[in-house]
């Protein structure tokens, strides 16, 4: 319809007719809830007109919104604008809470008792938007610490976790604009620290024989086990032959030194030789005759006290003559030849003990002296 006046006359008789714009009826219906973050679209702002024209809404597209219900207004302006009227319209947006995600990593997957492990939780958020708050760690059901979050994410480290398996989770508070949540379970494993230990084995030939007044020579490797030295080793032997004495190069390990090895030297003494001395009875066998016969004669010269006194005195001497003869062949005279000495060979079990910090290992060699 045309705004114009007009005026007809008929008869005698005038009429008037006025004529209005016509009026436009907008379709917008309220939108669907959208979560906090999302910008205004086409999604939401879709109203239309029966008619050609342009619409302008406020707030316009690109639109961030707070939380809650919000009005959302259009104008719409139609391009025949000398036939219809500007029409507007407004409906309302409800802004919920935006969902999250919460994530949960650890520095180790394992650790020793006593180690620190760190927690690290990262919050996110679809569309958009950087969540505020808290976030608790958990230990199970067991709250281990709360922590701020800061552009998204908190941290939390702990050494009092024990030797187990552990089952963390972290679980963001939630904010105004942001729904809590809660990361799925990381596993953690605490195991027992390893006692340092170290070993003592013998590397070189376990017996070894040496002529007395010589020295033998043994080596041994000795390397930290787990965990390291407990402290300096030492070395310390026992069941040495009398007189010997035992040299270790080098004298003691440090803990620092790792795997090492180690040569004993035993030195043993020249009076350690043993040797076997001839046997006597041959030269003494003699001088028991006479003694043997002595009282036999002394018998019978009481019987024959004048006739025998003679022959008893010739036998006595000729027997004391044997027994001077036979000690000094055992002398070494020039007419009879000595039994040579024998050597013999003597064996010790000699022990090797490494001490370190209250733990000892040890090692046995076999030293044979000739």
Known sequence: MTAADSTAATGNQAYSLSVNKGAVTITWSDPATIPYGTALSATQLNATAPIAGTFAYTPAAGTVLGLGTQTLNVTFTPTDTASYNTATKAVSLVVAQAGTTTSLSVSSASVTAGASVTLISQVVSAPTGTPTGTVSFYDGATLLNTATLSVGSASYATTSLSVGVHSLTATYSGDANFT??????????????????????????????????????YSFAVAPS???????????????????????????????????????????????????????????????????LLPVLGAGRMRRRGRGMGALVCLVILLSGVAATSMLTGCGGSNSTPNPPTKQTKSYAVTVTAASGGLQHTASVTLNVQ
């Open 226 to 292: 787990s965990g390291g030295y407990p402290a300096a080793v030492s070395f310390t032997t026992s069941g040495l032959p009398t007189g010997a004495t035992a040299t270790f190069s080098p004298a003691s390990v440090a803990v620092a030194d790792g795997a090492k090895t180690v040569t004993l030297t035993i030195q043993t003494s020249a009076t350690a030789a043993l040797q076997r001395a001839p046997m006597p009875g041959r030269r003494m066998a003699p001088i028991s005759l006479a003694l043997l």
């Open 180 to 217: 809590g949540s809660t990361s799925s379970a990381t596993t953690v494993t605490v195991v027992a620290p390893v006692a340092p230990d170290f070993s003592l084995n013998l590397s070189g030939g376990q017996s070894q024989t040496v002529t007395a007044g010589s020295a033998a020579t």
